[in-house]
């Protein structure tokens, strides 16, 4: 059986984007980037939320034009070939997304993870998060916390999530500032 994996970027006041939407605090430094590395290795398939979405297929597919970065440059050439999937109940078909699930996708993605093959990598997003979440189909929360404070912003997870106690597996400090912790469920 295959699981899923949530890796997340957090400010530490609990934010995945700052007040306007900005996501240009989180930095991906050696030792963070070896760590994403690794997930995506483990993974058969990436899976995101419409809005994470747009900003993935706004950039890695040309990420080798605009940024001479060596995270974005060991980065997309993986995500290019890696299938996605993408839940959206308003996107109808995208070049880059082998799949899009409209309709019930916490039904759809228990499907997938019963079928044989790699993990699933889900890619932040807190809506998407928060429904698998609820429907207890997350296996791994892999959650880096930048030492920022964003003061607001769209939370970690959204408001109504329901208490879910997690067993810490691992923690370790990356690029001298950034802890990332992996948390399993019980």
């Known amino acids: 059986m295959r699981k899923i994996l949530f890796w997340v970027h957090t400010s530490i006041d609990g934010h995945i984007e700052g007040p306007g939407g900005e996501f240009d605090w989180a930095m991906m430094g050696e030792e963070l980037s070896a760590y994403s590395n690794e997930l995506c290795a483990r993974a058969g398939a990436f899976l995101y939320g419409r809005g994470v979405w ?5 950039y890695w597919p040309n990420a080798e034009a605009l940024s001479d970065d060596p ?3 060991t980065f997309a050439p993986v995500w290019r070939k890696t299938p996605k999937i993408v839940v959206s109940t308003t996107l109808e078909h995208d070049e880059w997304a082998a799949e899009v699930i409209r309709t019930d996708p916490a039904e759809r993605i228990a499907e997938l993870k019963r079928q044989p093959g790699a993990d699933i990598l889900l890619m932040g997003g807190a809506g998407l998060a928060g429904t698998l979440t609820r429907h207890g189909l ?15 912003g769209r939370p970690l997870f959204p408001n109504g999530t329901d208490r879910l106690g997690l067993r810490l ?5 990356c690029d001298k500032g950034v802890v990332v912790t992996r948390y399993d469920r019980p």
Do not use: C, K
């Not at 997350?138 to 607001?152: F, R």
């Open 169 to 173: 597996v691992e923690s370790r400090v």
């Open 71 to 73: 995270h974005d440059l």
């Open 54 to 58: 747009e900003i993935m297929v706004g």
């Open 138 to 152: 997350i296996d791994e929360y892999h959650i880096a916390v930048h030492p920022v404070v964003l003061g607001g």
